[in-house]
């Protein structure tokens, strides 16, 4: 196999169609959003991108059939607006191998007429969040206004040590494109799968392209996380309390 092969598999007629990539990342947050769009709008793939930068492995299915591992764009009706949604299960590897497969996305977001693309991702704080803010980074500084009438903040020198992977080259070299291109970046514990977080990220995009999607299944994978969150906290407060060995040393 090349570096990297795409396979075609239907090839229609967009109209201005808006990027968005969600691959995986802290929290699945830009993988959750990206997915959630897919599936709440009946995404149509169209392209499925096959490197030797990703690991060596094939998915397994229920029926027990193989696949091998690949990163995939859908193309989206979103209430009128058409959405290029690129997902899948892995980054690449290596250093040289985001960069070409950045490369390979943003040549066929071209192919399709792409103008504007938004990187979603997450950010870790390090501990539970309770109000989530979406953080955001532009390629230019007259893209800030727009994202912070949807409730995106800018902050100075975060995320701190900048943004990796596709998320960040899809700036990089977007920009280098005449891309319009934006990361969101929502606020998430960095320790747990985070559909709270993707939500967030998923309402900026609604304010910013004007579309509504219904969040039912995202509210439920939230409220599994939640009890899972709360078993650990139970763990964590358990294992905090005194045993009697802790007490021994006392007189």
Known sequence: MDDIDIETVADPKL????????????GHVGKLAAEHLRDEFDGELIRRVYTSDFPPQV??????????????????????TDLLLLTG???????????????????????????????????PTGELVEEYTVLGAVGEAD??????????EF????????????????????????????????????YLVDPKSARAVIEVLQHTLEFEVD??????????????VGK??????????PTDDDLRYIG
């Open 15 to 26: 109209d201005d169609p808006v990027l968005i990539e969600g691959l995986p990342g802290v």
């Open 59 to 80: 998915s397994v299915d229920d029926e027990g059939v193989a696949d091998l591992t690949c990163a995939e764009l859908h193309a989206v009706s979103a209430d009128g």
């Open 89 to 123: 299960d892995h980054q690449a590897q290596s250093n040289a191998g985001h960069y070409r497969l950045t490369d390979a996305f943003l040549d066929i977001a071209e192919e399709f007429g792409v103008s504007r693309a938004f990187a979603l991702g997450g950010v």
């Open 143 to 152: 893209q800030k206004e727009e994202l912070e009438d949807a409730g995106v």
């Open 155 to 190: 902050r100075p020198d975060e995320p701190a040590g900048g943004i990796v992977g596709v998320s960040g080259l899809i700036l990089g070299l977007g920009k280098r494109r005449g891309l319009d291109a934006a990361c969101l970046m929502g606020e998430t514990s960095g």
């Open 215 to 228: 969040f039912a299944s995202l509210e439920e994978r939230a409220e599994e996380m939640e009890e899972v």
């Open 232 to 241: 650990i906290q139970e763990m964590q407060e358990q294992q905090s309390l």
